[in-house]
């Protein structure tokens, strides 16, 4: 057997894949022997640490040049080969062909190291495997198609990305202020954008493959998104689709590229308490049972005061990076912009961050763009009204972020609440997802894996 493991799985039988959430139980005497896996890119939805240490070292890792020098050294540290491809070049990996092909370029700052590998087998040419990874395909690769440079895919993975909350539960990019925006399309848009769109420029694709949306965090105010069963989201494209099979692979299950069958192989299935909170999770999203947002912190309650003073201390520190930073990007070119708000003319605060320390007891600090400070201020009830923009979260993750213990995706989705004017790109959630990326802040990312590889 020749397999690659990356967001599926390849055989040298046939082109036989799963598709999988990160939180596996894997056992690798069922598994088989398993020689290759490609980095789509490191977010944790994609990248998941303590499931690759399950595997044998002899594994060979393959990683894209714009991949964060941290991954590739912390799977060396672990044990394993790990090798950077060029993306555009092809690698030959026994029964396989590969290649990574960067993401689009019209992609947020945060997903510009993502790769779409695009997989051949030598024994069955007909089938061909192109994986898309959190951006649109790269217009290079539908050229190479439309000049005959490559063959056209006959198989797509297409990533579920659209993270659509349930009405009542908190999303990344939720506005407080009303917004006019129509959300009773959105499952007719997303089967169309996945089924159709993706797939337009790519005639001979025959089977889609829907993954992603199963991304599921430990606090207790998060709430599966909508539409994250894929199995169903499958199985209702499949009815609406005309010359293509749409498919929702759960873990375990494979497909055989020769046969068009769906089997079910007990090598991986997802860890029984997550599948057990994931369903109850899933069963109580109704109006009265939904948890409030702001409930809790995702990291907990603060021990004692010293560890409170200790973090304070830290986002303090934190806030006059953050200021210049603020004031160089998209969100501070807006914020500069503005000289009249809701009650009337605007001063130099127009930007305020509120910290919650507790369920009753906040900070709130507000941007003062004369100075490029933040400063300390008094926590105003209208002050959606008195600031343009603004975010509130708890000072436990903000500051557990800092220290490289947990990820903004993580709060982002699950217990936080902004306000902003214009366009998402440039809330306040859309600037630390920036500020916090990997490409700007490699060493916290770096923190979260260096742990598994220590532990």
């Not at 894209?64 to 941290?70: E, M, S, V």
């Not at 105010?221 to 994250?228: D, E, G, H, L, V």
């Not at 209208?382 to 509130?392: D, M, N, S």
Request: with cysteine; hydrophobic share 35%.
């Amino acid at each position: 057997m020749d397999p690659v493991l990356t967001d599926a799985f390849g055989s040298s039988r046939n082109v036989k894949f799963k598709i999988y959430p990160p939180r596996l139980d894997i056992d690798l005497n069922l598994l088989g022997r398993l020689d290759a896996v490609l980095i789509t890119n490191e977010h944790l939805d994609h990248f998941h640490f303590p499931s690759l240490l399950k595997l044998e070292r002899t594994v060979h890792i393959y990683v894209g040049d714009y991949t964060p020098n941290f991954v590739a050294e912390n799977l060396q540290a672990a044990g394993f080969k790990v090798t950077r491809c060029k993306h555009n070049e092809w690698v030959d990996s026994k029964d396989l062909l590969f290649k990574f092909y960067v993401g689009c370029f019209n992609t947020p700052f945060w997903e510009r190291r993502v790769y779409h590998p695009y997989i051949i087998s030598k024994s069955d040419p007909g089938a061909r495997l192109i994986i898309q990874s959190d951006t649109l395909i790269n217009p290079l690769f539908i050229k190479d198609i439309k000049e005959k440079k490559e063959k056209c895919p006959t198989l797509f993975v297409a990533t579920n990305n659209s993270q659509i909350p349930h009405k009542g539960v908190p999303g990344a990019f939720d506005n407080i202020y009303p917004s006019e925006e129509d959300t009773s399309n959105q499952a007719l848009q997303l089967l169309s954008e996945v089924t159709c769109t993706y797939t337009q420029e790519m005639p001979e694709v025959r089977h889609v493959f829907f993954s992603g949306g199963a991304y599921i965090y430990d606090s207790p105010n998060s709430i599966p998104f909508k539409y994250s069963d894929i199995k169903s989201l499958g199985n209702l494209a499949s009815q609406l689709s005309i010359g293509r099979r749409i498919h929702g692979l759960e873990p375990g299950e494979s497909f055989n590229s020769l046969t068009g069958e769906i089997l079910h192989e007990p090598w991986s299935n997802l860890d029984a308490s997550q599948k057990k909170i994931y369903a109850e999770r899933l069963n109580s999203i109704s109006g009265a049972t939904i948890p409030s947002i702001l409930k809790e912190a995702v990291t907990g309650n603060y021990k004692d005061e010293e560890e409170t003073i200790a973090d304070i201390k830290l986002i303090e520190n934190e806030h006059a990076l953050l200021a210049r930073m603020i004031v160089g990007t998209a969100l501070g070119k807006v914020l500069l912009s503005l000289n009249n708000f809701i009650k009337g003319s605007l001063e130099s605060e127009r930007l305020l961050i509120i910290y919650r320390l507790s369920p009753t007891h906040k900070k709130a600090y507000h941007l003062n763009l004369n100075k490029v400070t933040f400063e300390e201020t008094d926590i105003d009830e209208e002050a959606i009204l008195k600031y343009p923009f603004g975010v509130e979260w708890y000072l436990k993750d903000f500051a557990s972020i800092l220290k490289g213990e947990i990820q903004v995706w993580e709060v982002a989705t699950t217990n936080m609440r902004q306000w902003y004017l214009g366009d998402k790109l440039d809330s306040p959630i859309a600037f630390f997802y920036k500020y916090f990326a990997e490409q700007i802040r490699p060493e916290l990312a770096n923190k979260i894996t260096q742990r598994h590889v220590l532990n």
